[in-house]
């Protein structure tokens, strides 16, 4: 069986669909922070500074509200893609998968909302509200890719709701609390080569009766932030921000369609498989861990004009050791459990950025960043996860309707590295003697980039 990368997929958080940032992150929660490639957290600017450095709020007076909409163009190809199944004495025959061996595996196009409140009580504390999506993705690859097996089609949504209080010390030194809840609800599409299981009286073959799983999942997790902003004179700005890891169970249902073997091979067949363990459904769970995340930035007034701005963040990927998808029913042979073992590592991101004020409306604002991935080698890169060290590029701008309101624009281009991934779904693979697994070996190229269009509303009341 198969569904050695549910795990994976739900386990990704934001997964991928080439995700825009290094491992599962969705990449940026502020087309103001997008415009910049994200070195400009120690900016303050409007409302969304929550997410980047919320000890910011202090500097915004009066009510603000930043309301962003990103529209995402993902671009993951995958090519020369090839599997077999093990080598088994009673099923001898169809040892090679047969089917797509490539294609696209994103959508064309992704709708991300994200939405910040701050409020100014008093000349010493501000309260905010930050409603924005982490990670988000949806991959699919075609019903008949080779890599059907390991993960057909994966779709995974989360929104994190982060109250926020912020105080101001003194004229230099504001700090920021926060509670983040998260919720998360993955759904995958996972096939299985139930024809080994089918005898008559011989095993009828790989590959000649194929079922898959639909699962379904979710959970709410929770955690904190905390920021420190320091203005060291008057031209220069620093801060330190960080964002714990958040713990998941996500609990679900794993339904099995087994259509294909009762119209081939009658519903005594289908009746078998189920008997092996793949009921019409069961139950699901996995666990997870998205991980912390601490963000050093700085900003240098250079002039009146121009802002110099720059960031390192450094995550800790490693959390993505392994995880495992536990099944409701056993099943022959197998075991009740699927195992994943990635073996991240902690990555950091570097941003540089700047703006200028080209008038007295308009400012323009461009950055790069270097964003590491946290995947080994190509032995530990997931089918369902092209992930690879990045380039981001981001030009736009902020435009002064009048005192109270203005609108940021951004576009940036992500190029990432091109990717090979050696897919071992054995169970020796993954440390185990027994596992819920398709057994497959397989391998693919892939060539991913992304662009990101976005625009942002501020006002102040």
């Given amino acids: 069986m198969k569904l050695k990368h549910v795990s994976l997929s739900v386990m990704m958080m934001g997964a991928t669909t080439v995700a825009m940032a290094s491992g599962y992150h969705f990449g940026t929660q502020s087309v103001s922070a997008q415009s910049t490639a994200n070195a400009s957290a120690a900016e303050a600017a409007n409302a969304s500074t929550i997410f980047y450095n919320a000890a910011g709020m202090t500097k915004l007076e009066g009510t603000n509200f930043s309301g962003a909409l990103n529209l995402v163009a993902p671009n993951a190809k995958y090519s020369d893609a090839s599997a077999t199944y093990p080598t088994l004495a009673a099923t001898p025959v169809n040892s090679t998968v047969k089917g797509s061996t490539s294609g696209k595996i994103t959508d064309d196009l992704v709708v991300v909302p994200q939405m910040y409140l701050t409020h100014q009580l008093n000349n010493k504390v501000t309260v905010g509200l930050g409603v924005y999506v982490p990670f988000a993705s949806s991959t699919e690859y075609q019903r008949d890719s080779v890599l059907r097996y390991n993960l057909n089609a994966t779709e995974l949504t989360t929104l994190d709701i982060n109250p926020t209080v912020a105080f101001k010390l003194n004229d230099q030194h504001s700090v920021a609390v926060g509670v983040i809840a998260q919720h998360a609800e993955a759904k995958l599409r996972q096939y299985a080569n139930f024809g080994y299981l089918i005898t008559r009286p011989n095993p009828v073959g790989n590959g000649t009766a194929d079922g898959y799983a639909d699962v379904e999942g979710d959970d709410w997790g929770f955690g904190y932030n905390l920021a420190w902003l320091w203005d060291v004179n008057d031209s220069t700005r620093v801060g330190v921000n960080y964002r714990s890891k958040v713990e998941h169970t996500l609990t679900g249902t794993a339904k099995w369609d087994k259509s294909k073997v009762a119209s081939v091979y009658g519903a005594g067949a289908a009746a078998g498989i189920a ?6 459904s069961e139950d699901a769970k996995v666990d997870i861990t998205t991980p912390e995340a ?5 900003m240098h007034k250079l002039n009146s004009k121009t802002n110099l701005f720059a960031d390192v963040t450094w995550t800790k990927h490693s959390r ?23 073996a991240w590592k902690d990555t950091y991101k570097l941003s540089l950025g700047g703006s200028y004020q080209y008038t007295e409306p308009l400012q323009l604002r461009a950055g790069i960043a270097y964003d590491k991935s946290p995947v080994p080698n190509d032995d530990r890169r997931l089918a369902t996860i092209p992930d690879n060290d990045r380039i981001w590029l981001s030009f736009g701008g902020k435009y002064d309707l009048n005192k109270q309101s203005s609108i940021d624009f951004a576009y940036s281009y992500i ?31 892939y060539k991913s980039s992304a662009q990101i269009l976005g625009v942002q509303y501020n006002h102040r009341f």
């Fill in 320 to 342: 993505f050791d392994k995880a495992l998808l536990v099944y409701g029913n056993a099943k022959t042979g197998q075991g009740n459990t699927t195992y994943l073992t990635p």
């Fill in 294 to 298: 601490l963000s050093v930035h700085g």
């Fill in 275 to 280: 008997g092996a363990g793949y009921a019409d």
């Fill in 415 to 445: 190029k990432i590295k091109d990717a090979k991934a050696n897919v071992n779904g054995t169970c020796a693979a993954q440390g185990q003697t027994i596992c819920v697994s398709s057994q497959t070996k397989g391998t693919v190229n």
